[in-house]
């Protein structure tokens, strides 16, 4: 099946630092979304990317999707305290619509 | 409801006991899916049901597991048995068009 490999696992930073992490797959994904999820909560869409090249921002956040459509990034500028949680990649392939395949996610420390 | 809603948030439950659990989907979406995510793990899909279609339980573990979709709305995912491996968090998505997925607060389940 598809895997999904996204570093770092974890990540402690200063405030007011950038952050980045990454995503590779075994396969070509047709959409990359990446999630944040807080602790007690449910994952909540940051990003979605739908063409390969692509790159698109949401304040702070900016992710692209690879030109060989087996990769994503996702930065983070200027971090700030409520930045901490878990941050996902996902993917979707074109043998399984419907069905994401997530990251393993990256912890994300933010000290003031 | 605005999101995806679960009940119950928290379930403690003993060993060989049957559990179920709920999903309300946002109002309108066609798709709804399952997902397992165990202590400092990543997601780990279940079952997916789009509109009237047969649903994809290819990634129920064991035929301990079963869900229903009633009216193509509410879902209830059904463990029987349970056993302590199967304590972990599951998450609630629905999707309309495409692939980008909302997600619930989940139900933690601790099966002592």
């Known amino acids: 099946g598809q895997q999904l490999n996204q570093s770092p696992q974890s990540m402690f930073i200063q405030e007011g630092e950038d952050v980045s992490m990454n995503c590779t797959s075994s396969s070509i994904f047709n959409t990359w979304l990446w999630y944040k999820q807080d602790p007690g909560e449910g994952p909540v869409l940051l990003i979605a990317?739908?063409?390969?090249?692509e790159l698109t921002s949401n304040g702070r956040l900016t992710a692209q999707f690879g030109i060989t459509r087996k990769d994503s990034f996702l930065n983070i500028s200027a971090s700030i305290p409520s930045d901490v949680g878990i941050y996902f990649c996902?993917?979707?392939?074109?043998?399984?619509?419907?069905?994401?395949?997530f990251g393993q996610g990256t912890i994300l420390t933010v000290h003031p | 409801g605005a999101g995806v809603s679960q009940s119950p948030s928290n379930k403690v439950t003993e060993k060989g006991k049957d559990v179920e659990l709920r999903c309300d989907p946002i109002s309108g979406h066609t798709a709804l899916y399952w997902y397992r995510q165990s202590l400092g793990q990543g997601l780990e899909f279940l079952i997916y049901?789009?509109?009237?279609?047969?649903?994809?339980k290819s990634g129920l573990p064991s035929d301990r597991f079963s869900a229903e979709r009633t009216g193509g709305s509410v879902s209830t995912l059904t463990i029987q048995r349970t056993q302590q491996e199967d304590s972990a968090v599951y998450l609630c998505?629905?999707?309309?068009?495409?692939?980008?997925?909302?997600f619930g607060p989940g139900t933690r389940l601790l099966v002592l």
């Open positions: 998505a629905s999707s309309s068009e495409g692939p980008t997925q909302y």
């Open positions: 996902a993917g979707q392939g074109s043998t399984s619509y419907g069905k994401l395949t």
């Open positions: 990317l739908y063409k390969a090249g």
């Open positions: 049901f789009q509109g009237n279609s047969a649903p994809d």
